[in-house]
Structures are given as structure tokens and as C-alpha cells.
């Protein structure tokens, strides 16, 4: 795909050379979302951080982002806060906004919402979750994770064999991420989900027809051996009929450190995308694999800065000349990114 | 009027002088607006951006414009989330806050609020809309956006001829424009609203006596020909006494492609203080005008910006030296701000 | 203390050298926060302004000093926009945000979140209050106005006699103080509340075995004569068991002009951490001590823009670059701040 000015609304926009090029720009960044270099290549450019749903983390990450690439941000943090409330349409608001910054990071609760609101808008637009639909940077990220991980294995993207943990008929994220794999060669998708939550069936035919391996799971341990990545995610306790029918799942795909030394493969990678629920009841990880080294989580939230740096750079073509606006670090910062590479 | 060290609190404040000085300034503005430079002439300047009230469009356009400037923007977006909830007056508020920055933007809820935290604040204080009283910022983003389509058409701002519609009994717009239009020679002010909602006797006598020629219709058709302007506001019909009252009124003032072509001289200029409601029921301006050349209402919002940057240099004595600060721009930019000069 | 790179989480942290390090950065810091020059030390920084809990002046208070030492602020709001109120633990919260800044300011309704998310943070932490339990920045920029006061009186910090008014009992700013003078050299404290609502007795027996002098009163007049500083703080009536127990004390500690006048000695200064209530029911302080010169309330809270700026500078290693980054004002600023010295 071509980047420049373009709106990232969907996974389906890429393909393997431009989730490359994504990733090179992404390498390229670390040594600013690190705090090595500073780069100001992005001076006076504004970001509208439109989150028009709760989020700390994404609307963060998004925001530190642009920062780090020098420029300004300005931001919505809630729907009721806005001119929608007065029955403006999103197309109104698009024009409106596109006239005041020079890109646009939006998430609304309503699926299709963002693409209907960069319809109109005269500067490029990113997806940041437009409700189930879809979440592009996320799965970026997962991507670029698992990318690196692999790396320092010495391993590459292919033949990638993957577990993936809790609800995966409703989660976004899920989603997004098995499209995104399914552009590289045989992997194995292992899917560990109550029957109630499991991938639809056309996407895993799809899978299949792709030449990828996809396997089913109802229990976790089952599935969690022989495979490079362990991916969980939240199951949604509410889509259950009754807390009945959820009890009987609860504790099924809980992974702690005795399960993983008993089942896993050494340095089998354990991501999720967080937040994940850390209330005793809730817990899909259990604190005690917070030494393991393995346990990927905040290299993945680490990893949404570069890649959201990489997108901002790439849509607005400043790609090439971030070095050349790069500057020393003046104060204190801690060596605080863990390397695996 | 003085510029520098001033609040901008009313369009009484402003003379023919004045507002000529402005615009001059807003016209610089246009190659920093329209992200052909940068300016770094607010480097280090502070502003603080208190909506007391929900606000996305104006609030992020004050931001933007002085992010535009190279300054940054600190905000507060909630009455709630505010020392006044805890019982601190206004002037206290005003006391404190003036310590922190350069320049303060304040929307309020009510009437004299802004004027009352003017009074003890110790840098200066732009209102951006104390309840039903003045929004002096939207008034003159109007007048400016006339005088530029009316420059386009070769014509000046005296012996205009302007349509005014709907609700013009509450709308704190059309009153401050009203007002601003009366500075230039005799204006042809075409009312048009059901009589509940009708502009105050008084305004209509004061434009008469001023030498302006005023007008009042009930029906849409026979105010929109023979103006240089149709200014449509919305009909807030929770002001009638019950919706059947309200339902006589519901489609006499909406503007379509259909009716613009037959009645309306060609040339016309749509405006619109937005946002509109665009819900079937309430449309006021009918999505088929979008293709309209002469629909000025993103250029109204496009304009904003340049009038509220100018207002910022001119009140912090910088209009000088923006260009003296300016920059190229190095990232992408679309060529989105449509031309009629 | 070794201030770089080090979270700032309770005044216990400090003794007489590190707080005499505080201060001087912080009167290094004045031609900056009072818009003489800029400085651009920290360009390129990014502060997470996380407040979990409503505030206005604190929360500007620390962005725009962050601001003035040339850095950038993202900033979160509310409780329920985030990603807490989906389960996650405050420790996985700080491990992902302290990967998106060089630095953090939090401000947390629970006793001692604050020091549990500094724990697995991996950039410095800086207390904006946690709940009752602290809330260091309030009792330092109170601390430093006291030393300021005194200055310009040609006094020093020992044998300092000062009158603490209100609620003793719950309030932080309170207690924090008291710790923080003890520092000094035969502090006479005197405090001035109802029964109810006095100095833990613990607190007391501390100070007077630390060689300081305590007494107690019940009525304010006996208590702020012969002192160099009155502390007022709001007396919580929702504390007291019913409305007419309050009422009892409803009065007896509001201070106004002709109390001074004749209870105080010349030049005493008047203190309040602020906001303060100014409704008439509550006000204990009344309006007509505004023309007082020695109401320091407001210097109080210009002091904390110095006293922020100052442990940015401390925490981040940069307080001897300042003025090497050091730039001219080119905007109009009012002769705003009032000198004692």
C-alpha cells in the first residue's frame, strides 16, 4: 500500500511488504521511543486524538507517540463532551477537525464509525478501535512483538506455530491478529476457547484454504505445548447465559508458572494484550510469571510506541528525515526497555 | 481598542478599526493555518483552555490555533473536575490559574462569568462563550468568513444584504453578529423566524436607528432572495410551548439544493454557526447542499482558526513577529482549504 | 537524598540539605515560571500527568511547570476513563505507562497507591496526593512560602512561630507541614481547632520531644497573636457528628481584617492551602482581606509552579542546565508577580 496520506482504518490494507516497511520504520524508532535521541521532525505538526470511548492506554500510547516524534497533541477523552451529542453527524465532525490538525487518531464504540468519519476528512485518519470491528494498531503491534520475539530466538515469521487463549469469537484483537498472520507461511493457529467462544467457522475455513494449520481446543493444556506463542485473552465472563455456565470455565485457561514450566516449550513467548484483569477470581495470568522472562506483555505495550510512531511517520512521509532532526537526550532516563535482541 | 495585555470579552468592544486590524492579522495567519509553515513565535508561551461546559469544536480550535503559534495549551474540560466545585469563587480560580500561564481561553455556562474571572486574573482572558451572553469569537469568525466571500465576489462589507434564520430570540450568534454587521454601512437585515423566536425589539429599533434597513418574514422563501447571505441557525424547539407548536414551524426553515435554486440569487453564501443537527427530523441545512460552492460552513470553521491565532498574537503583541519565526514544513500535507480568492 | 532519578512519594523522604537543595533550584527557577525567559532543557520529555481523581489547580500547576522547563504533558483525567476500572492492578498499570514517558505525576483517592505504582514504575514517580495519606509538592511549596515570607521580613526558618487553624485532625496538608517544620530549629506550634478535630496526640508528643514547643487552643484569638505565620485550613463540617455540633464552631475561625487588626502582630502572614470555600456560610477567610499584603495565599500557589519546577529539574537531572537552554520572552507578559524580596 501507499502510506503517505493514507487512513489506516483495517488490517486488510496490508500485505507482507507493507507490514515490512512498517516494521523497518518501526526499528528505526526505538532509539526515540528509548530515550536515546530525540527527534524533531514533527514540529509543529498537531495531532487530534478523538477518543470518543474510555481508554488510557491506547489514548496514551497514541499521544507519547506523536510527542516523541515532536509534535503537539490536542484530544477528546469523551462523547458526551462533544458536538455529536447535538446530533452532528460524524461526516460533519470529520470536515470540521480536518481542518484544524494534520492527522487524526480516533476510536468511537460504533463499528464502521471511524471509516464513515475519514470518509470526510481531509487529513489521514487512524484507526484506534472502532468497537468490535477492528483495532489495525493492535494487531500491529502483536505482530511487530512476536516479529522481534521470533528474532531473538533466531527464528523468522514462518512456519509459526501460536495459541490462542479465551474468547476468540468476540475479540478484536484475536481477529486482527490471525489475518495478519495468515499472510505468512504455514502457521499453526491453536485454539483454545469454550465452545461457546470459539472462532467463527468461516474464518478458520479461510485459515485452512490459506494452507495454514488450525486445530481446536477446550482445554488449555492441550494446546499450550508445541508452539512458539502463547496469546491469551480476557474471556468475557458477561457473554455467558448464566455465571453458572461461566463457573465451569473459570480456572480452565488460567496460566501460571507451573503450568507453563509442566506444558510449554522453553521460551515459548506469553502475550496477551492487556489490560488484563487482575482480580483474584478474574486472573487469566497469574502474578508468579512475572519473572518469567518469556512473559512479553510490557514488550508489547513497549513495542505500540514504535509501531504508532512508524505509522504517524510513514502517513505524514517524514520517514526518511527522522534522523535528521534528531537531537541529544538532555535529562535523566533510566535503561529501562528490556532487550531481548 | 488596544490589543495587547487586553481580555477579549464582547464584540462591543470592537470598532471598524479593530476588527480591520484583526482580520489583517488572520489573513498572515492563512500559510501557518493552512500548514504551508510553521511558526515558533509562542515558543514556551502557556495557554490555559477552561471549558467549564462541553465543547470539542471550539475548545480544540483554541488549542489548535495556539499550538499553530508554537505555543502549548494545558486544558480543563469539566466543571466537575474543578476546584469550584468545592465552593471556590470565580476570582479565586482566576488569582490562581493566572499564575500558571500566559494567556487563559474560558467557556462557562453562565451569563458575566468570564468577565467576573477577567476581573482578577492577571493575564489576559479570552471568552469562548459565557452561556446565553457573548461568544465574541464565532461572531467575528462569521464576519470574517463574509468579508472573504464577498472579497471572492468582488464586493465589499457595506450594503450588505443578510438573511437571518431561525431561532434569533435566544442565539447568541446571530446577536454578535448582528452587531459587528451594524459597524459597516447600511445593512439589509432580513429576519426570518416564527414570531416566538423573533430578535428583541430593542436590536431591531437600535439597527433601524442606526441607519440599517430591517426586515421580518415568516416564511423562508421570501427572505432568501436578494441577499448576499443566508444565515441559518438551528430552531430549538424545546422553546415552544409544546411540539405541536413546535411541528407548525418544522420545515418552513429548511434549506435544500431545490429551494437555494429557486429562490436564492446565484452566488448566495450558506452559512451556519454549526454544529447542525443532522437527524432527519431536525435538519435545518439539507445534506444535498454539500456539493455547493457557495456552502461556507467549513470554511466558517476553517476560519476560525485564523481569527482566533490572530486574536492570540494581537493580545500577546507577536502579530509582527510570526513570520519572523517561521519555519518549513516537512511533513505531508494535504492541499485541503478550499480557495475562493 | 539523591533526587535523580528518584520517586518523590513522601515528605519523610527529606531533610534539612535536600529541602535547602529544593529550594534553591526553586529560586533558580523564578525568572521562567515568571515569564522572563524560557528555557528549553527538557525538550523532547514527555510528562503523564495521571490524575485518578478530580483537580484543577494541582493538575495545571504540574503541567505547566513541566511546560516551562521546555517538556511536553499527556494527561489522564478520571478514574473511569481507565483502564482500572476493567480490574487491572495499579503495578501493571505503572509497568505499562512508565514505558510511554520519562516521567510521572499521580494523583490517587487510596492511601498508598501511590508508592505501589512507583514500585514497579521504571521512570520516576511524583506524588500528587494520595487520598489522606500525602501529598509532598502542597507541604514544600508551603514550606518554601514560609521561607520566602521570612526572608523578606529579614528572618530565618528557626524559632518560627505559627498558628495552624481548622481540621488538623484529617488534613494532609496539615500533617505535612508539621513534619516538614520540625525540621527546623524550636518550632512553637500553636493549634487552633475544635476538640473534635485536634492534632493526633502522637503528632504532638513527636514534636515536643523533637524540642519543640506545642500548645492548644479552642478559641482563634488567644492563638494568632504573637505567631509569624496563620495557617487557615477549612474546618470539614461534614466531619462533625450533626449539623448543630458544627454550628458550634461555625465562626470562631474565620478570620477577617479588623481580627488581624487586633489580634495579630504587623506583618503576620496568612496562609491556606486553597481552594478555599468562599461561600458565605463557610468562608474562613473573609474577602476583605484581600487587600492585605500579607495574604500570601497566592503566592503560595505561584510558589508551587517553582517548587514543581524544581523537582522536575532534581528528578530528571537537569536543575545546572536550565539556564544553558535558556531563551528570550517574545510575547507580552504583565509585571504579574508580586515580590516580597
Chains 1, 2, 3 share one sequence.
Not at 299 to 309: E, H, I, K, S
Request: glycine fraction near 6%; charged fraction near 25%.
Amino acid at each position: 500500500m501507499e502510506f503517505v496520506g493514507s487512513h489506516i482504518l483495517s488490517v486488510d490494507q496490508f500485505d507482507r511488504g507493507s507490514i515490512q516497511r512498517i516494521f523497518d520504520v518501526a526499528d528505526d524508532m526505538a532509539p526515540y521511543a528509548h530515550r536515546e535521541r530525540i527527534t524533531r521532525v514533527l514540529e509543529g505538526a498537531i495531532l487530534s486524538n478523538m477518543f470518543f470511548e474510555p481508554s488510557t492506554r491506547t489514548r496514551i500510547s497514541f499521544g507519547c507517540a506523536f510527542n516523541m516524534l515532536g509534535g503537539e497533541v490536542r484530544e477528546t477523552t469523551e462523547v458526551k463532551a462533544s458536538a455529536l451529542a447535538k446530533g452532528e453527524s460524524l461526516t460533519d465532525t470529520a470536515r470540521v477537525l480536518s481542518g484544524y490538525s494534520d492527522v487524526i487518531v480516533m476510536r468511537h464504540p460504533e463499528a464502521g464509525s471511524v471509516g464513515e468519519f475519514a470518509s470526510t476528512s481531509r487529513v489521514p485518519v487512524l484507526n484506534a478501535g472502532d468497537g468490535p470491528n477492528e483495532h489495525p494498531t493492535q494487531a500491529l503491534l502483536d505482530l511487530y512483538t512476536i516479529r522481534k520475539e521470533m528474532e531473538s530466538r533466531g527464528r523468522g515469521m514462518d512456519y509459526l506455530r501460536i495459541a490462542l487463549i479465551g474468547d476468540l469469537k468476540y475479540g478484536r484483537a484475536v481477529h486482527s491478529l490471525c489475518k495478519l498472520l495468515a499472510l505468512y507461511e504455514r502457521v499453526h493457529y491453536k485454539l483454545i476457547a469454550p465452545p461457546e467462544l470459539g472462532l467463527q467457522e468461516e474464518t478458520i475455513e479461510d485459515l485452512r484454504e490459506a494452507g495454514h494449520q488450525v486445530s481446536l481446543h477446550h482445554q488449555m493444556e492441550s494446546g499450550i505445548d508445541h508452539v512458539d506463542i502463547v496469546y491469551v485473552t480476557r474471556t468475557q465472563e458477561e457473554r455467558f447465559p448464566n455465571q453458572a455456565e461461566a463457573d465451569k470455565y473459570r480456572g480452565l485457561f488460567r496460566l501460571n508458572q507451573a503450568i507453563y514450566t509442566q506444558h510449554c516449550e522453553p521460551n515459548t513467548v506469553i502475550m496477551h494484550p492487556l489490560p488484563r484483569d487482575s482480580r483474584a477470581m478474574a486472573q487469566e495470568l497469574d502474578d508468579d510469571l512475572i519473572e518469567n522472562p518469556n512473559l512479553a506483555i510490557f514488550r508489547q505495550t513497549d513495542n505500540g510506541v514504535l509501531v504508532r510512531m512508524a505509522l504517524f511517520a510513514l502517513v505524514l512521509d517524514v520517514a526518511d528525515q527522522v534522523h535528521n532532526h534528531a537531537k541529544p537526550v538532555t535529562w535523566y532516563t533510566a535503561r529501562r526497555f528490556a532487550r531481548r535482541d
